[in-house]
């Protein structure tokens, strides 16, 4: 699989040249797991940013009972750890592998040395990161007023 070609495809990657492709790749590592791995378990510090090239895998947050409850799925070409990239906070969810899957995986730490040095670069992936944000919080505001008690 050409990576750089397989990320041109993907809308959150679009923008970016062939060059800066080339910069992101070379700090990214192919992670490839199975049904039940974990990407990101809520509570603990993220430290790396995944891109789903295969497989999918769903959000979880546990409930006030501590039950699991899936919140969104994810598959191919999904950004996994960009929230904490942003804010440095712990995860707010688990992700969770719900078959075969492979990653791209790039260390926060690396990510962040990249967007400082190639500043346009860090403006183009924060710009769709914010966009990506914007996208999930409006289907989840969606999602919340279907379940809001409706006055009859």
Partial sequence: MRIQGFLHELPFFASLTDPELDLIVSLSGLVEGNAGDHLIREG???RILY???SGEAEVIRADTKWNRVV??????????????????APASATIEAT???QALAIEHEKFNQLVEEHPNLGCKIFKQIARTTSLRLRKT?????????HDT
């Fill in 51 to 53: 891109v789903m090239l």
């Fill in 44 to 46: 603990e510090q993220v």
């Fill in 71 to 88: 919140i969104a799925s994810m598959g191919r070409g999904a950004l996994i750890g960009e929230m904490s990239l942003v804010e440095s």
């Fill in 99 to 101: 078959g075969a899957f």
């Fill in 141 to 149: 505001s969606g999602l919340l007023a279907e379940y809001m008690p």
